[in-house]
Every structure is written in structure tokens, then in C-alpha cells.
């Protein structure tokens, strides 16, 4: 994988740039959602304000998932705030995040025509060279010919990240990246999220995985019941959580 590609400066790739205001800190404040009569987001308070790279956990049906479209704009909070460095979403904010779905969408056409579809959406160069740069970081430039439809599910993955880092966000979300995927697709896909934390992107990453978490997360986030017990620093999370729920689910006990 030709990393270099990536970590060359590039200008607009830094969490801060010139003329552009940073996104951070995001502030959660009474977020409530809910839908079918479900109350899947309860009162959730939440503030991330250091860079790197920050890691969401908790069981399934936690609200991960939800949170991450919420704080992104694609769902409408029922009551709460939500602010990115004290803005409100909107429009402008989501071209500058990037949100990478637990089972990323691709178009029925090649690799290369995928990532040129997003970077002519953008107004940015989609010429050959410029579709390969892009695909490049990913490992993905010998593959540009090939239908999307039929990569292998670590292929899928990288083309949804090398896709949305493309387009120089400031923030990217990424919801089970590895899932299903074997060691080696899991390497690269690391690979790829700490490259991106290298060129200053804020990076919001949910995963199960507690070793990835361990290898990647600058501070951790436990969500549970639509709510947040904690965010800690990585290495007293792991070490010494402040929730008992955390501890209870780093233990591999059943969380009720
Ligand atoms: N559109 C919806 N309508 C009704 N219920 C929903 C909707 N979206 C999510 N839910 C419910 O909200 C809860 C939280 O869902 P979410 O997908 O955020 O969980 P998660 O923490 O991401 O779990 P997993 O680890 O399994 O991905 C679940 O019980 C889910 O069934
Ligand atoms: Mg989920």
C-alpha cells in the first residue's frame, strides 16, 4: 500500500485549515431519539474535543449507529442539541465529514468510476491521474477496471474509505469498518484510518473489536441504552474503565 500518497501534504487535509474553521469540539447536549415509540437515544450527552482518533464501543443495539447519523445530520434529533465548534449541521459542515456505513454503498460501475462519480460530485479533478492518486493510498489502483459489485468485502471497505477521504474531510466516521473481514484486510483498513490521523482528520470510529480499539483509539467512548456512561482516555479505559457497564463488557460478561 503506497502510503506516502496520502500523507503528502495536499492543500485542505488538515483537521484546521487555512480559512476554514475547525470542527471541533462537537457538543451533545440532552440528545434524544426516537422512533416506532422506541426511545433509541436517551438524554445522551457527549463532547469530543481532542483530535485523533476517538472510538465508540458498547453492545449491539447501543445506539452507535444512530448516534453516528445523528451527529452527522442525516437524522433529525426529537430533542437536543448538536454543534460542531458551536455550528449547527448543516450542508456545508457534512461536505466537510465523511461517514463510512457499516455496509457501504457502491455503485454498479468500476472502482475507478466510483471514485470518479464522488470527486466530479465535488467539483474536484477526475481525470485519470486524479482517480488513481485517489485509489492508490487504498491499494486499490491495479483494481480501477474492475466492477465494484464484485470486490471482496475488504476490497468494498477500502473503496468506501479511499472514497470519502478523496473529498479531504475533516472529520471521518466509521461505523464496524473490519467487520467480516480476515487479519490481513483488517491490517490495511488500520492501516488507512491511522494514515488518516497522521494528515490531522478527526477520526470517530465504532467497532467490537477491542484489540483494534487498543491498537487505534486515542480516547473511548461507552455508549449503552442510548446513553453515554464515559469517555476516557484509551489507555485508562482499557486499564481502568469508569463505568461498571464498560467493565462489564471489556470483561466479556453479558450487559443487562
Ligand atoms: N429506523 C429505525 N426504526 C426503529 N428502530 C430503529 C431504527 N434504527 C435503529 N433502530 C433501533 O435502535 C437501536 C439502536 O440501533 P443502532 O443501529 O444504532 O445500534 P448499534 O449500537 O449500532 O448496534 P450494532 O452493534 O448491532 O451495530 C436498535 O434497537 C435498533 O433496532
Ligand atoms: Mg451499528
Known sequence: MD???FISPRPGQAAARGGERPLLPLDVSGLVYEKGGQRIIDALDWRLSSPGISVIMGPNGA???VLLRLVHGLLRPTAGTISWNGQAMSDDLRRRQGLVFQSPVVLRRTVGANMRF??????LPHDGA????ALAPAGLAALAARPAGVLSGGERQRLAMARALALSPQVLMLDEPTVSLDPASTAAVEALVATA??????VILVTHDIGQARRLADDVTFLHRGRVFETTPAAKFFNEPASEAARTYLDGRILL
Open 63 to 65: 445506539g452507535k449507529s
Open 118 to 123: 464522488a470527486l466530479k460530485l465535488r467539483g
Open 197 to 202: 490521523r497522521g494528515r490531522g482528520v478527526k
Open 3 to 5: 502510503e506516502r500518497a
Open 130 to 133: 486524479a482517480i488513481a492518486a
